[in-house]
């Protein structure tokens, strides 16, 4: 009975795993927090009352503000800068349709539907998601 708790108490700790090498590539952005409201009825966020027209909106969340859509379905929000790269000057997410582009030279590809890496780059994390509501003519952005 000795030799079988001694099992599976060495079962159980070396079973566990510890946090992945994709994790700690997933930990370049600061945890802040955002909370913030735009008025849809402002000239710069018009576009976003359209399905599929993302908006920069710089002066607002993370080290470089945070990109909206209209999906149609929802509104989705995400950090404006790349997850795969220690922020950088290249890190900044420039909007090419409905498609994140990073500036650097691996040129990872986020969906600005659902924030999930394009292409097969080895890219492993996915844009930092928002909550976005709309309220009347608002927009509530949260995390």
Do not use: W
């Not at 700690?24 to 952005?29: A, D, T, W």
């Not at 710089?58 to 790269?85: E, L, M, S, W």
């Amino acid at each position: 009975m000795k030799y079988l708790t001694c099992f599976l108490v060495f079962t159980i700790l070396f079973s566990c795993s510890g946090n992945s090498n994709d994790d700690r590539n997933c930990r370049f952005l600061l945890d802040i927090s955002v909370s913030e409201s735009i008025n849809l009825n402002f000239p710069q966020y018009s576009q976003l009352k359209s399905i599929n027209v993302p908006v920069h909106i710089p002066q607002i969340g993370g080290r470089d503000g945070i990109i909206v859509n209209n999906t149609g379905a929802r509104y989705v929000a995400f950090d404006a800068t790349d997850p795969n790269h220690i922020p950088s000057d290249c890190s900044t997410l420039r909007i090419d349709g409905i498609i994140a582009k990073c500036n650097c030279d691996d040129g990872n590809e986020y969906s600005l539907l659902d924030g999930i890496p394009l292409g097969n780059n080895g890219t492993k994390c996915p844009l930092r998601g928002y909550i976005a509501e709309r309220s009347g003519d608002n927009l509530l952005i949260y995390n």
